[in-house]
């Protein structure tokens, strides 16, 4: 009897996948090594091998259903651009966003776990592992939003993937919502409104602004007048609805907004890579390497 506990030891040992582990297992009538070389002759312990390379390449998705009520923002690495436009990475995309957006996952951890809609047999991190070994390059799955409303969701997919744009509207129209999707991926706001930048942010953003008007030569009680002026040009940068439009910079965000009676709930940007460390490509090593 292949136990469960046999399974995960195998799993762990050669990062294989739950099934193709208790596969080979039930094949060697649980014999631990027969099965971990079976693995290896399959090639689906390469994935265990490539788990520490760095991938900060890939593709950002963007899905919506077709009633415009719930969305998902999906960013899965790979270690190339090549593989982000292989047409095997980039279905395991769209059928992970599509997952996402009929199991409603918590995090990336609860989806790795759950059960493919489009394979009960496999867990979404055993396809995971599965595309590793048959495309040959370490892929993560990032991050994801999903959004779900009685208004509207918008979407929006810059550079053929490599920026994301996801809005939820309380009320708007479709063609306001894309120019704000746009306005979004082009300006890189980080908040909504006022209202929603954290006091310490703000805080520190006018002692900044006071030293550099001390540093212009102004009295401390001037400083702190310049400041007050000062700070409306960080939330002009920063929140969105203060943004000037980038179709239309004579008038901002808001007053697009309120000349469509649109309103904006939340968004969520996602740039390829942000905040990953970049593979440094080293040719002369390579070639060096080959010679040898």
Same mark, same amino acid.
């Given at each position: 009897?292949?136990?469960?506990?046999?399974?995960?030891?195998?799993? +762990?040992? !050669?990062?294989? $996948?739950?099934?193709?582990?208790?596969?080979?297992? !039930?094949?060697?009538? *649980?014999?631990? #090594?027969?099965?971990?070389?079976?693995?290896?002759?399959? =090639?689906?312990?390469?994935?265990?091998?490539?788990?520490?390379?760095?991938?900060? +390449?890939?593709? @950002?998705?963007?899905?919506?259903?077709?009633?415009?009520?719930?969305?998902?923002?999906? #960013?899965?690495?790979?270690?190339?651009?090549?593989?982000?436009?292989?047409?095997?990475?980039?279905?395991?995309?769209?059928?992970?966003?599509?997952?996402?957006?009929?199991?409603?996952?918590?995090?990336? /951890?609860?989806?790795?776990?759950?059960?493919?809609?489009?394979?009960?047999?496999? !867990?979404?991190?055993?396809?995971?592992?599965?595309?590793?070994? !048959?495309? =040959?390059?370490?892929?993560?799955?990032?991050?994801?939003?999903?959004?779900?409303?009685?208004?509207?969701?918008?979407?929006?997919?810059? $550079?053929? *993937?490599?920026? =994301?744009?996801?809005?939820?509207?309380?009320? *708007?129209?479709?063609? @306001?919502?894309?120019?704000?999707?746009?306005?979004?991926?082009?300006?890189?706001?980080?908040?909504?409104?006022?209202?929603?930048?954290?006091?310490?942010?703000?805080?520190?953003?006018? #002692?900044?602004?006071?030293?550099?008007?001390?540093? /212009? $030569?102004?009295?401390? #009680?001037?400083?702190?007048?310049?400041?007050?002026?000062?700070? *409306?040009?960080?939330?002009? +940068?920063?929140?969105?609805?203060?943004?000037?439009?980038?179709?239309?910079?004579?008038?901002?965000?808001?007053?697009?907004?309120?000349?469509?009676?649109? +309103?904006?709930?939340?968004?969520?940007?996602? /740039?390829?890579?942000?905040?990953?460390?970049?593979?440094?490509?080293?040719?002369?090593?390579?070639?060096?390497?080959?010679?040898?």
């Amino acid at each position: 009897m292949i136990t469960a506990s046999l399974v995960k030891e195998l799993r +762990e040992k !050669t990062g294989a $996948g739950m099934m193709d582990c208790k596969k080979v297992l !039930t094949e060697t009538d *649980g014999d631990m #090594e027969k099965a971990a070389e079976l693995l290896r002759e399959r =090639g689906i312990t390469k994935a265990a091998k490539k788990s520490d390379r760095i991938a900060a +390449e890939g593709l @950002v998705y963007c899905y919506v259903a077709d009633n415009n009520k719930t969305g998902v923002v999906l #960013e899965v690495n790979a270690e190339t651009d090549f593989v982000a436009k292989n047409e095997e990475f980039r279905k395991f995309v769209a059928d992970t966003a599509a997952h996402i957006l009929a199991k409603n996952p918590a995090s990336v /951890e609860e989806l790795l776990e759950q059960k493919s809609v489009n394979d009960e047999s496999k !867990t979404i991190k055993d396809i995971l592992t599965d595309k590793i070994a !048959t495309i =040959g390059e370490n892929m993560t799955i990032r991050r994801f939003a999903r959004y779900e409303t009685n208004g509207l969701i918008e979407t929006y997919t810059h $550079g053929d *993937g490599k920026i =994301g744009v996801m809005v939820e509207f309380a009320k *708007g129209t479709p063609e @306001v919502a894309k120019d704000v999707c746009m306005q979004i991926a082009a300006a890189r706001p980080e908040y909504l409104n006022e209202s929603e930048v954290p006091a310490d942010v703000v805080n520190h953003e006018m #002692e900044i602004l006071k030293a550099q008007a001390m540093n /212009e $030569g102004k009295p401390a #009680e001037i400083a702190e007048k310049m400041v007050k002026g000062r700070i *409306g040009k960080f939330y002009g +940068e920063v929140c969105l609805v203060d943004q000037p439009f980038v179709k239309n910079p004579d008038i901002k965000v808001k007053d697009l907004l309120n000349q469509n009676g649109a +309103e904006i709930v939340k968004f969520v940007r996602f /740039e390829k890579g942000e905040g990953l460390q970049k593979r440094e490509e080293n040719f002369a090593e390579e070639v060096a390497k080959q010679i040898k």
